[in-house]
């Protein structure tokens, strides 16, 4: 069996996902220390507190999709843009895991879909922010998220409050 240990103690068979189930909180738990642009921001910019600014700025019938749209990486970490364009089997089994987790907690797959501009413009937040010289994406309309750079415990509690908030923790 092919796993992939967990926090908790659990293996998991990340290709086998039909026959398991993980919590929030262990599908949570990586993402506060794994860091967004593969590392290359100034500073640590979780993938933590990326989700809880855009459950933040999105409208109340797309918050819980938000805050789940992420919380693959935790299994399968993210890879970037270009990678992911060299590596549609990636993509592909990245979008399966995304689709279980969604299942597990009730949520409409065709939310993804909804949320995918706020999950773009934040970018252009981000990138103006968190690098040096500041990374401008022309034409895009930035949200207004101010990042602040939250160390990995911080960003654990404020993802574990946004989380109680939408009702899945």
């Known amino acids: 069996m092919t796993a992939i240990l967990l926090n908790s103690g659990r293996r998991?068979?990340?290709?086998?996902?039909?026959?398991?189930?993980?919590?929030?909180?262990?599908?949570?738990?990586?993402?506060?220390?794994?860091?967004?642009?593969?590392?290359?921001?100034?500073?640590?910019?979780?993938?933590?507190?990326?989700?809880?600014?855009?459950?933040?700025?999105?409208?109340a019938g797309l918050k819980r999709a938000v805050a789940l749209h992420d919380m693959n990486e935790g299994l399968?970490?993210?890879?970037?843009?270009?990678?992911?364009?060299?590596?549609?089997?990636?993509?592909?089994?990245?979008?399966?895991?995304?689709?279980?987790?969604?299942?597990?907690?009730?949520?409409?797959?065709?939310?993804?879909?909804?949320i995918n501009d706020y999950d773009r413009r934040i970018c252009a937040d981000e990138m103006a922010q968190i690098f040096t010289p500041p990374h401008i994406i022309q034409g895009m309309q930035p949200l207004g998220v101010k990042v602040e750079g939250w160390e990995w415990r911080e960003a654990e509690q404020k993802l574990s409050n946004a989380l109680k908030f939408v009702g899945l923790l």
């Open 12 to 59: 998991v068979d990340p290709f086998n996902l039909d026959a398991e189930f993980l919590s929030i909180a262990e599908l949570m738990k990586p993402l506060p220390k794994l860091c967004r642009y593969s590392g290359q921001p100034d500073c640590h910019y979780s993938v933590a507190e990326h989700t809880v600014h855009l459950i933040n700025v999105v409208p």
């Open 76 to 114: 399968t970490n993210d890879l970037p843009h270009p990678f992911k364009a060299a590596l549609p089997d990636f993509v592909e089994f990245e979008q399966m895991v995304q689709r279980q987790i969604f299942a597990w907690y009730g949520e409409p797959w065709e939310n993804m879909a909804l």
